[in-house]
């Protein structure tokens, strides 16, 4: 790819646009094949790339989250391979039908999904990004324009040329998948501005990097929203539920945003749950940031302020809060949630449905733990990221989430009177 401007690459990717959109879905499956096999075949020099990636991470400081999110090693490559083949054997949306009548002249009218033409992303130190976002793009008939950042730029370079070498081969034009991560922020710039060729931009990353994109871009975008996750412990929350659900969510992999970050105890089952709670999650190694009841009943507690109720820490780190009623759990949340995911424990049913009808997330859940937010996890194989926006679509966003539709009408020589 040595074109000497982003705009050269846009083009590219609209032209490819078309020949992807006429791909049988046996084609698609071939090429996502054909990429999975790749993947495994040039495993070696992918974590080789993704090794001086990592190097150049901690000479940079930049954090032990953004590192566990680079990172690629053998099993994490044998894990995006199998994404892609999950991906492959999804249903094909291109061509559902969504919708129709015939009129009352006779005219037959079918409303049908069809690709959005180029798909752009934007994100930071996720290389497995480059390659989810890549394989749903084709398997819904589309190009894809990549500016993956300068932290897993030799990772996502490698990642690139394997994808296009392998759809080469499988005889898919390897133009439908583009990156302008070698034109730094002017392809970023220009992906922000690519109206005519971008047809929708999806910004994974930081709080910062979303706001940038969702304020600076004059093409479509679907905003992925920090995740600053809530999960309410009820009155009536049984013990080994509320611990377990809690350290899952915190524990298994704190750097994504699916993670829980606040816990909102209810007064009557502080005494209860807190001690048990927070022992187990700092057996975990992680720090509780609490309010002054937590610190009455836990030891080495860190003092709450205003901002651990806002804050997405992304690392060990957890914001504790005592209660005094669902009402408050709920005041809390709105005051403090971006909309991503929350979860209630609890045994009380009307509770339960109660927080599932109040709450104003993308993902609202009872009694189970806030990790499973994910496309791979919901049955999308893989996922573009997860949108807390409303239009044109929430939550874990899958193939028919990178698709729009259109009238097809079939007519036996009406005119319009």
Known sequence: M?????QVRLERAKEASRATAALTSDD????????????????????????????RGREDGIGDSLIDRLTLDAKRVQALAAAVRQVAALPDPVGQVVGGHRMPNGVSLEQVRVPFGVVGAIYEARPNVTVDIAALALRSGNAVVLRG??????SNTVLVEVMREALAGAGVTAEAVQTVDDFGRDGAKALMHGRGYIDVLV?????????????ESTVPVIETGAGNVHIVLDESAPDDWARDIVVNAKVQRPSVCNAVETVLVHRQA?????????????????????DDIVAGLVTQVIPATEEDWETEYLSLDIAMKVVDS??????????????????????????AERFLAEVDSAVVMANTSTRFTDGGEFGFGAEVGISTQKLHTRGPMGLTELTSTKWL?????????
Do not use: F, M
């Open 149 to 154: 950042g300068s932290a897993a730029r030799e």
């Open 409 to 417: 009408a079939r007519g036996s020589g009406q005119t319009r009177g």
């Open 203 to 215: 910004p994974r990353g930081s709080a910062a990097l979303i706001e940038t994109v969702v304020t």
């Open 2 to 6: 040595t074109e000497q401007t982003p």
């Open 270 to 290: 502080a005494p209860r749950l807190i001690p048990l709670v927070a022992s187990a999650l700092q057996s975990e190694g992680v720090a509780i940031h609490g």
């Open 28 to 55: 698609k499956g071939r090429a996502l094949e054909a990429i999975a096999r790749a993947l495994e075949t040039h495993a070696d020099r992918i974590i080789e790339a993704n090794r001086r990636d990592i190097e």
């Open 326 to 351: 669902l009402d408050d759990a709920l005041a809390h949340i709105r005051r403090y949630s971006t909309g991503h995911t929350e979860s209630i424990v609890t045994t009380d049913a009307r509770n």
